[in-house]
């Protein structure tokens, strides 16, 4: 069974940093892209960061570009989002994903191709 789980979420003062990670379980992910995606209460899920199966490429959103960086260690099958700089609107829960098994290397997956979701970690930035 393929899962993906999230932690490091929590409570943080505005200008603060967070360290996500997301474990994946029951299949290598080593091969596809990843990507993470919030979702804040009231609105639709946001993408946040994509990153290629070898690490070498990323993407993300004018919106956090310059203070989130998506990093991946295939050894461990887990991708990391490591959150600077961090404002009251990002304030939202936090899923990783992952497209079905040999469907997207890069970064630029659709949103609706992400086969798998984790089932998030809350972040909560204070101001």
């Known amino acids: 069974q393929v899962q993906l789980v999230e932690s490091g979420g929590g409570l943080v003062q505005a200008g603060g940093s967070l360290r996500l990670s997301c474990a994946a379980s029951?299949?290598?992910?080593?091969?596809?892209?990843m990507g993470w995606f919030r979702q804040a209460p009231g609105k639709d899920r946001e993408f946040v960061a994509a990153?290629?199966?070898?690490?070498?490429?990323?993407y993300y959103p004018d919106s956090v570009k310059g203070r989130f960086t998506i990093s991946r260690d295939n050894a461990k099958n887990t991708v990391y989002l490591q959150m600077n700089s961090l404002k009251p609107e990002d304030t939202a829960v936090y899923h990783c994903?992952?497209?079905?098994?040999?469907?997207?290397?890069?970064?630029?997956?659709?949103?609706?191709?992400?086969?798998?979701w984790g089932q998030g970690t809350k972040v909560t930035v204070s101001s």
């Open positions: 029951g299949r290598t992910f080593s091969r596809d892209a």
């Open positions: 994903a992952a497209p079905k098994e040999g469907t997207w290397y890069g970064p630029h997956v659709p949103m609706d191709e992400y086969e798998y």
């Open positions: 990153i290629s199966w070898s690490g070498s490429r990323t």
